[in-house]
């Protein structure tokens, strides 16, 4: 897969770098970077907000966190509603950022499987 550079926002100077199993996520306070295979957590996902049935915003949030809690990269995209041509753009780089996570969801997933399997396994032997 190709390395991945997306300038996320270019006024807070957001963005993420996605090479191999390396991801860097730069803003204008920190630097932070991790392995993708030490990853344990990853959490993605879109909250669209609405007020009195009127669609207000729309929050892209992508979390990866490590077994360490103090390394974790939170990154949030917000789209305010009216501008519809910021949702189609922001909703192309959250699709192109989880295309290049999907390896290590399906790790995470398959990690999972197999402890619950050995639990199982564990139980059905007591």
Not at 12 to 24: L, M, P, S, Y
Not at 100 to 115: E, F, G, I, Q, Y
Request: aromatic fraction near 8%; proline fraction near 3%.
């Amino acid at each position: 897969m190709k390395p991945l550079d997306l300038l996320l926002n270019r006024f807070t100077q957001k963005r993420i770098q996605i090479e191999g199993d390396h991801v860097e996520y730069e803003d204008i306070s920190r630097n932070l970077s991790l392995n993708l295979n030490e990853v344990t957590h990853m959490n993605y996902g879109i909250t669209q907000l609405y007020i009195n049935g009127i669609r207000m915003n729309r929050f892209y949030n992508i979390d990866l966190q490590t077994a360490d809690p103090k390394r974790k990269i939170k990154i949030i995209m917000q789209v305010i509603a009216p501008f519809k041509r910021f949702y189609q753009n922001t909703e192309i780089k959250f699709q192109e950022i989880i295309n290049h996570l999907k390896p290590t969801a399906k790790r995470l997933a398959n990690d999972a499987l197999k402890n619950c399997r050995m639990e199982k396994l564990w139980s059905l032997q007591r």
